[in-house]
């Protein structure tokens, strides 16, 4: 089994910057892929970011650019440095985990493990 715990979130204004963290607790040694995703409210959760356990990245064109992924293994924690935020990135934004068992199509295929979220608010 694996936790995931977000933080980092919170208010802050058009053009600013946030750094998300996920810690990752638990059996880790299964999982291969790890996650960022985001649901605003009246939609529908999307991927946002995603990096392999050699550190290989995945971003939609949405936040390319503006966002970067990265881990670090000895701390079981991955991030979300947020840079140049919009206020169409408000959101819950989601660490999640997948297994190297799970078959996927692509690398925002599923994902086995979520943690409960972190909200982040852009506005001025």
């Known amino acids: 089994q694996v936790q995931l715990v977000e933080s980092g979130g919170g208010l802050v204004q058009p053009g600013g910057s946030l750094r998300l963290s996920c810690a990752a607790s638990?059996?880790?040694?299964?999982?291969?892929?790890m996650g960022w995703y985001r649901q605003a409210p009246g939609k529908e959760r999307e991927p946002v970011a995603g990096?392999?356990?050699?550190?290989?990245?995945n971003y939609v064109d949405s936040i390319k650019g503006r966002f970067t992924i990265s881990r670090d293994n000895a701390k079981k924690t991955v991030y979300l440095q947020m840079n140049s935020l919009k206020p169409e990135d408000t959101a819950v934004y989601y660490c999640?985990?997948?297994?190297?068992?799970?078959?996927?199509?692509?690398?925002?295929?599923?994902?086995?493990?979520w943690g409960q979220g972190t909200q982040v608010t852009v506005s001025s």
């Open positions: 999640s985990a997948r297994r190297a068992s799970t078959v996927v199509d692509g690398p925002f295929g599923r994902m086995d493990y």
């Open positions: 990096i392999t356990r050699f550190g290989t990245t």
């Open positions: 638990g059996i880790m040694f299964s999982i291969n892929y």
